[in-house]
């Protein structure tokens, strides 16, 4: 199944894409794609379900977020052996955990907002795991039963505030829009192997970044399973798993994005099933 919200921010309805793409209202159902209807068993419900019954959603409208009410957003640094490779960095041993501040995340389609005085701001597409059932120390070879699907996302960072004023991480990785999550939730029946997605990004119509999550350092099921060791997984948590080769910092001199810059990132698994595409226009923070 494909999951999605749709409408004006802070009005998006529960949706559910249908196999002709078509958006279905699933209102009547849940109120919302989130951590609590995953709990509550909304997967099980939709599978008993004739969806072909539910009211078509008008075309064109607003793509929110896949899921609302993330409590945490999980980010994992260096964790495809070619991005290491392009920064000059030893794969780590174990995986590098920080987080990105929920107020970060925004649509699929949404604009980009370059911060104020930010002179560094990078793309990076990545695999988003969804967490449906809590997980608190969890065996890797269990650990997938507690993924409800997966999302496209891009893990915009700002460089210098990442790298260049001290502390940690998050301040470059949580500005507003740095977070784009969607076009859809696809749940795990659709990607039985989280391995065998091929992920790209393009800025302006070149292809910057062409990966696969083969080449991750660390696979799905293992960081599921460290992560829980260290604090619990909640429904509607969300596990951004690291972006391969092809970032901005990694040219040879860094190219980063400026206002008007268009981006067009998405993943597909090896056996045809899109996680969509997200495309976002880049704006100045004054605009």
Known sequence: ???????????????????????????????????EAFESGLLSRLMAIDTARLPLLPEGE????????VGKFICVGLNYRDHAAELGIVPPAEPVLFMKATSAICGPN?????????????????????????????????????VAGYVVINDLSERAFQLEQGGQWVKGK???????????????????????????????????????TQNMVF???????????FMTL???DIISTGTPAGVGLGFKPPV???PGDRMVLGIESDQGVSLGRQTQI???YAS
């Open 282 to 284: 880049c704006r100045s």
């Open 219 to 229: 696979d799905v099921a293992f960081l599921v399973s460290y992560i829980s060791r």
């Open 62 to 69: 607003r793509l929110g977020p896949a899921v609302s009410g």
């Open 1 to 35: 199944m494909k999951l999605a919200r749709i409408g004006q921010p802070g009005m998006e309805k529960p949706a559910l894409i249908d196999r002709t793409g078509r958006a279905r209202d699933l209102s009547s159902i849940v109120s919302d794609i989130s951590g």
């Open 110 to 146: 949404d604009d980009i907002i370059i911060p104020l005085g930010s002179e560094k701001t990078d793309w990076e597409v990545e695999l988003g795991v969804v967490i449906g059932k809590t997980a608190r120390h969890v065996a890797a070879e269990n650990a997938l039963d507690h």
């Open 174 to 212: 949580s500005c507003d829009t740095f977070g784009p999550i969607g076009p859809w939730l696809v749940t795990t029946d659709e990607v039985p192997d989280p391995q065998a997605l091929s992920l790209w990004l393009e800025v302006n119509g070149v292809r910057h970044q062409n990966g696969h």
């Open 256 to 258: 980063y994005l400026k």
């Open 234 to 236: 909640c429904p509607g």
